[in-house]
């Protein structure tokens, strides 16, 4: 377990961007030079070197990665162009891809004492998988790169909470259609179920994790969710994080 180490995790629409930034602005605030591993791959179509992350105090990160195999996944695996890869090939093209993150930027991020504020993570492969086909969780979390990461856990885990119905409304207004093939109601409902049973949150909190719940649903603001956040980062470096 990593105490600078939080990752935010949620259904698709849930808010998880709105919780990261509001940790990036944490770290503005306190004058920490950060890194975005998203602008870095765009920039550079790789993951940066431990020597290329070396001056940075705070990374940004998210999965899938937005180079190598994470963009094989964004651009044609997950996609809903009916060419239906198989559930053993789309897991272990996630953990493969995690595992290249972890080796290459997180785990030597870590152990140098900077802050990782991640989206997304193998808690998604844990949710997600099972339900898109044949394959036993067992199995999802023996893959080395799960592996790897569950070794690896968060300090934090803040899983945004949201309804499937507002979920949806929340991806038809969206600009960037990403036109995965998880957008559909009854796999956001089965999803939320899983977000919030008991045998997940007891997972991580067996591996360390402190596990939070983040309720956006309306009325609740942007603003609010992002006051929300930093008090509950705030809390948990003091150390008087209660649980949820």
Known sequence: MHKNFVMVDGLDGSGK??????????AEEKNLNILNLKDFCDENKRLPTPDETADYDAIISCEMTNCWIGS??????VRNNKRDYSILSTAQAFALDREILYKRVL???LKQGKYVFQERGVISSIVYQPLQGNIAL???MKMPGNKLAIQNSPGLMIIAVVAPETVM????QREKQDSAIFE?????RKLEQRYNSQWLKTLFQNHGSKVVYINTNFPKT???TEKETLKIWNDFKEDKFKEL
């Open 184 to 188: 559909e109601i009854n796999f956001q």
């Open 72 to 77: 094989a996944l964004r651009e044609e695996i």
């Open 17 to 26: 961007g709105v919780i990261v930034n509001a940790l990036r602005k944490w």
């Open 107 to 109: 785990i030597p991020a």
């Open 222 to 224: 942007t603003e609010d």
């Open 169 to 172: 409304h929340r991806l038809r």
């Open 138 to 140: 067992s199995e999802i």
